[in-house]
C-alpha cells in the first residue's frame, strides 16, 4: 500500500461512473419531485413543466418516441422505470449497482452493502407502476437510500485515489445536472419588463430552485433581495451552494489536485478544471449577463463535457 | 439400497449420537427452533445484503442467484481431519508429480501404467507446455479434492479439482456468517479457524513468484468478467489478498511481461491467479475467438515472466477419464499405496466395461469426461426408462465420453427443516495450497448438501446448498 499502490484504468472508470450514476438518480428523482409539486400546487394543464423536466432529465426524445402524448402518469413512470429509458431511476440504480460489482475490491463493505441494499430496494418499490398516492414515499426512500451510499463512501472509504475517482464523478455529474437544468430554465432568469417586482412565488423559479435543492437554502442566503439576479447567481457562482456549477468545478480542481500530487503528475485535466474555475471567479453575475447568460451556460455544458473526456483519457479508463 | 444403510454423521448407523456432534447436539437442543428458523432467514438476509451471488448459465439474463445456506454445521473431529489430510497431501503431491511427468519425460506412459492415447488424444492436454519448467515446479497451487463419505472412516475421492477449483469464498463467508449468528456455539466448541485462508493463499502465490519479479511481488487475481458465474469469489479473494482484480482487456504484453492498465500506465504483473480457462487465456496460442484473454501472455509464460496460478495444462491431472487411473499414479510417483481410495470406475472406452455399464445402467452413475457441475450426467436410480434408454443411445454413439461409477451411498448430515433435523446428503471439498514453502490444507472446505430429500446431486446449479464445515481441536 502507499505511494506504490497501483490502480487499474477501468477501475477508476468503474468508481467515476458508479457515483455518476448515482447522482443521475439522485437528481432524476429530485426533477420528478419538483414537476409534481408543481403540477400539484398549480392550476391547469402541467403539459409544458413535465416537458421542459423531460427536457432537462436529457429524457423527451426517448419519450415521444415510446408514447403518443405528453402526460403526467407517462412522464413520471418515464423518468422511474421506463423500459427503454437508459436515465431512467431503475436504470441509472442498476448501473451504479453493476458499477460497484465490477469495482467491489475498490470500495468499502458498508459502501458495497448500502449501493446492494439500495438496488434491491428502489427495485422492489419499482417493480410495478407507482401509484400517485405512494409516489411521495418511495422518491424518498430513494433518495435517502443514495444518500447513505453518499454517507457510507464518505465515513468509510480511505482519501487516496480511489475516492478521488469516485469524488470526481460524483461533481461531473452533478455540475451537468445543474447547467441542464439553467439551459432548459434559462428564459425564465432573464430580465424581462413583467417579472420587475415579481417574488419567489413565481412557479418557474421555484421550480428550478427546487430542482437543485435549493429552495431553502436560497431563503437562507438571500433575506432581502430574491430575483432571477440572485438565482442564476446562486446556482452558477456561489460557492456556499454545493450543486452551484462553481462549487462543483472547485471541488473537481480539488480532487484532480489531489490525484496530481499523489501521481507526481499533473494532468491536462486539471489544467482544464482550473482554467474553468478561473473564469467563475473572474466574472461576478453581472458579468454573466452581459456575456449572455444562455451562452455562458452552453459554454459550461461543452466545458464539462471536454472535462470528462480529458480524465478518461489522462487515466486510461479504456484500453 | 434402503436408507437404512446410509451413514450419517451426527447419528452414525445405529443412532447413537457421534462424539464429534456432542457439543453442537447440547446447544441445540436448549434453543427455540422458531427462533433457529427465524435465523435460518435472517442468515439469508445477510447473504443477500452482501451479494454473495452466483449466477446461473443458460438463462437469457445472466441471473444472480443466491446459493442456500443451512445453518446446522457439517462437524469433522480432528482425528478424521488428520487421516484426511494425510491422503490429501499424498494425491496432490502425485498430482504435481504426474503434471511435470507428463509435460517432461512422460516416464508414466513409458512405464505403460497409462495408455498413450489417454495423454495425446486428451483436450486437456497442452502441448504447448511441454519441456515449460514454471516456478518451483508448482502447478497446481490450488487444488480442491471433492470426497464422500459411506461410514465412519470410509472417505472416497470423487473428483480432482486442479484446474480452478472454486467455492473457498463459500467456506469463508459461511463461517463469517455463523460467528456472527451464533458466537456461543463456538465458545462451547473448539472449531479450527479457517480465516487464514487468504494470507496463505497470498503467501503462497507470493513464494511462487518467477525469477524476473522483485523483492516485493506484484499479484493479481484474473476474472473472466461481472457476469461470469463465480465472480463474486473472485473479487473476494483478490479483495481479502489486496490484489488487483483484472479481466483479459486490462492486461497486455508490454516489453516481454504481462502488464496491467494502470491510471499512471502500464505495470508488470509478476503472479497472475487466474480463474479463466487455459482455452480462453490467449487467443495467440489456443482458442482465437476468446475475449477474454491476454495475446501472448502463453508466450511470456514459456519464457518465465510471470507465473500462472493454476499452470496451464493442469486440466490433464483432473480430467474424468484420468481420474480412474489416479490410484497407478499415486503409486508410480509415490511409491506408497493410495490412503484415499477412488471410487470404482468403469471407462466406457474401454469394450468389456461398456458392456458391464450397459448391462447395468439403472445401478450407475454415468459421467461425461470432460464435463462438469452436474450436467449431462445420468443417475440410473433416479431416472425414467425413457432416460435410461435415450442415454443408452448417447453411450453407443460416444463411450470414450463417459465413464460409470457405482451409486454410493453418500453420507448424511442433519439441516434444518420446518419439522426440525432431517438429515440430507453432502459431500465435502476441502482446499489445498501448494508453494515453495510447502503444502497447507486449510482446516474444513466446503461442504455441498443436497436440500432435496433422498437427492445425491449437490451442485449449486442444481438446487443444492452449503453448510458450515467444522474440524474440532481434539
Keep these: 500500500m502507499g505511494a506504490g499502490r497501483l490502480m487499474l484504468g477501468r477501475k477508476a472508470d468503474g468508481l467515476y461512473w458508479m457515483f455518476r450514476y448515482l447522482e443521475r438518480a439522485e437528481n432524476t428523482v429530485r426533477l420528478i419531485e419538483t414537476g409534481q409539486r408543481i403540477a400539484l400546487t398549480r392550476l391547469g394543464s402541467n403539459e409544458s413543466e413535465?416537458?421542459?423536466?423531460?427536457?432537462?432529465?436529457?429524457?423527451?426524445?426517448?419519450?415521444?418516441?415510446?408514447?403518443?402524448?405528453?402526460?403526467?402518469?407517462?412522464?413520471?413512470?418515464?423518468?422511474?422505470?421506463?423500459?427503454?429509458?437508459?436515465?431512467a431511476v431503475s436504470a441509472t440504480i442498476a448501473a451504479a449497482r453493476q458499477n460497484a460489482r465490477s469495482v467491489r475490491t475498490a470500495i468499502t463493505n458498508e459502501v458495497w452493502e448500502a449501493t446492494n441494499e439500495a438496488y434491491m430496494i428502489a427495485g422492489n418499490l419499482m417493480a410495478r407502476k407507482v401509484r400517485e398516492?405512494?409516489?411521495?414515499?418511495?422518491?424518498?426512500?430513494?433518495?435517502?437510500?443514495?444518500?447513505?451510499?453518499?454517507?457510507a463512501t464518505h465515513g468509510t472509504m480511505l482519501r487516496n485515489d480511489l475516492y478521488d475517482f469516485a469524488r470526481i464523478g460524483t461533481f461531473i455529474e452533478r455540475a451537468d445536472n445543474t447547467a441542464r437544468i439553467l439551459d432548459v430554465k434559462y428564459y425564465v432568469l432573464l430580465p424581462s419588463i413583467t417579472s420587475v417586482g415579481e417574488t419567489l412565488d413565481n412557479v418557474q423559479w421555484e421550480?428550478?430552485?427546487?430542482?437543485?435543492?435549493?429552495?431553502?437554502?436560497?431563503?437562507?442566503?438571500?433575506?432581502?433581495s430574491t430575483g432571477p439576479r440572485e438565482i442564476a447567481n446562486f446556482l452558477i457562482l456561489d460557492r456556499r451552494m454545493p450543486r452551484s456549477l462553481a462549487f462543483c468545478v472547485g471541488k473537481l480542481c480539488d480532487?484532480?489536485?489531489?490525484?496530481?500530487?499523489?501521481?507526481?503528475?499533473?494532468a491536462p485535466s486539471l489544467a482544464l478544471a482550473e482554467e474553468m474555475e478561473d473564469t467563475f471567479k473572474s466574472q461576478d453575475i453581472d458579468g454573466v449577463f452581459d456575456l449572455g447568460l444562455h451562452e455562458y451556460i452552453q459554454w459550461s455544458i461543452d466545458a464539462l463535457a471536454r472535462l470528462g473526456r480529458q480524465i478518461e483519457t489522462d487515466y486510461r479508463f479504456y484500453a | 439400497m434402503t436408507e437404512d444403510q446410509t451413514f450419517d454423521e451426527m447419528w452414525g448407523h445405529d443412532c447413537r449420537l457421534r462424539t464429534p456432534y456432542e457439543g453442537f447436539k447440547s446447544w441445540f437442543d436448549e434453543e427455540d427452533p422458531r427462533h433457529l428458523r427465524a435465523k435460518q432467514r435472517e442468515a439469508e438476509e445477510l447473504f443477500r445484503l452482501t451479494g454473495i451471488t452466483f449466477n446461473v448459465y443458460g438463462r437469457e439474463e445472466a441471473e444472480e442467484r443466491l446459493i442456500p445456506f443451512d445453518i446446522i454445521p457439517r462437524v469433522i473431529s480432528g482425528n478424521e481431519w488428520q487421516k484426511l489430510c494425510r491422503g490429501i497431501t499424498q494425491r496432490v503431491l502425485a498430482i504435481n508429480a504426474f503434471l511435470h511427468d507428463i509435460y517432461h519425460r512422460q516416464e508414466i506412459l513409458r512405464a505403460s501404467r497409462i495408455p498413450h492415447e489417454m495423454i495425446s488424444r486428451n483436450e486437456a492436454f497442452l502441448p504447448q507446455m511441454m519441456g515449460v519448467d514454471p516456478p518451483g515446479r508448482i502447478y497446481t497451487h490450488i487444488v480442491g479434492v471433492d470426497l464422500v463419505r459411506t461410514g465412519p472412516g470410509e472417505f472416497f475421492v470423487l473428483e480432482d479439482n486442479a484446474r480452478t477449483p472454486s467455492g473457498v469464498s463459500y467456506m469463508l463467508e459461511n463461517r463469517e456468517t455463523m460467528l456472527q449468528m451464533f458466537p456461543e456455539l463456538f465458545s462451547r466448541n473448539r472449531v479450527q479457524p479457517v480465516q487464514n485462508y487468504p494470507d496463505d493463499l497470498r503467501r503462497s502465490l507470493i513464494a511462487s513468484a518467477p525469477a524476473v519479479a522483485d523483492d516485493q511481488p506484484t499479484l493479481a487475481v484474473m476474472t473472466p468478467g461481472i457476469f461470469n458465474s463465480a465472480y463474486f469469489e473472485h473479487a473476494f479473494l483478490a479483495d481479502k489478498m489486496g490484489a488487483e482484480l483484472v479481466e483479459g482487456h486490462d492486461l497486455r504484453v508490454v516489453d516481454g511481461r504481462v502488464a496491467m492498465r494502470t491510471t499512471r500506465g502500464y505495470r508488470p504483473v509478476d503472479v497472475l491467479y487466474r480463474r479463466v480457462d487455459d482455452d480462453f487465456l490467449d487467443p495467440l496460442n489456443f482458442n482465437p475467438e476468446s475475449q477474454l484473454g491476454v495475446p501472448g501472455i502463453m508466450d511470456v509464460y514459456r519464457a518465465g515472466g510471470i507465473t500462472l496460478a493454476n499452470a496451464p495444462g493442469t486440466?490433464?491431472?483432473?480430467?474424468?477419464?484420468?481420474?480412474?487411473?489416479?490410484?497407478?499414479?499415486?503409486?508410480?510417483?509415490?511409491?506408497?499405496?493410495p490412503i484415499l481410495n477412488n471410487v470404482p470406475t468403469w471407462r466406457c472406452s474401454e469394450p468389456e466395461a461398456l458392456a458391464h455399464v450397459l448391462d447395468h445402467l439403472s445401478e450407475l452413475v454415468v459421467k461425461e469426461v470432460h464435463g462438469s457441475g452436474g450436467y449431462g450426467m445420468l443417475i440410473g436410480p433416479a431416472s425414467s426408462k425413457k432416460?435410461?434408454?435415450?442415454?443408452?443411445?448417447?453411450?453407443?454413439?460416444?463411450?470414450?465420453?463417459?465413464?460409470?461409477?457405482?451409486?454410493l451411498s453418500l453420507s448424511t448430515v442433519p439441516i434444518l427443516t420446518q419439522k426440525g433435523l432431517s438429515p440430507r446428503h453432502v459431500d465435502l471439498r476441502p482446499f489445498a495450497l501448494v508453494s515453495p514453502l510447502g503444502l497447507k490444507i486449510v482446516p474444513g472446505g466446503l461442504t455441498r448438501v443436497a436440500l432435496k430429500k433422498g437427492s445425491l446431486v449437490v451442485n449449486s446449479s442444481q438446487g443444492g446448498g452449503t453448510k458450515d464445515t467444522w474440524v474440532l481441536e481434539d
Design chain 1, 133 to 151: 398516492r405512494d409516489l411521495p414515499t418511495v422518491l424518498s426512500a430513494i433518495r435517502r437510500h443514495t444518500a447513505l451510499v453518499r454517507g
Design chain 1, 50 to 87: 413535465w416537458r421542459s423536466v423531460l427536457q432537462t432529465a436529457g429524457v423527451l426524445d426517448g419519450y415521444e418516441a415510446e408514447h403518443d402524448a405528453l402526460t403526467k402518469d407517462g412522464a413520471i413512470d418515464w423518468m422511474l422505470r421506463g423500459k427503454e429509458n437508459r436515465s
Design chain 1, 207 to 224: 421550480s428550478v430552485l427546487r430542482s437543485v435543492a435549493a429552495y431553502r437554502g436560497f431563503r437562507m442566503a438571500h433575506i432581502s
Design chain 2, 315 to 337: 486440466g490433464i491431472a483432473d480430467d474424468k477419464a484420468i481420474y480412474s487411473y489416479m490410484p497407478e499414479i499415486v503409486e508410480f510417483y509415490t511409491g506408497e499405496r
Design chain 2, 387 to 407: 432416460e435410461l434408454a435415450s442415454f443408452r443411445d448417447k453411450l453407443k454413439a460416444r463411450p470414450a465420453n463417459y465413464i460409470a461409477q457405482p451409486t
Design chain 1, 255 to 266: 480532487n484532480l489536485g489531489y490525484l496530481a500530487a499523489d501521481y507526481d503528475f499533473k
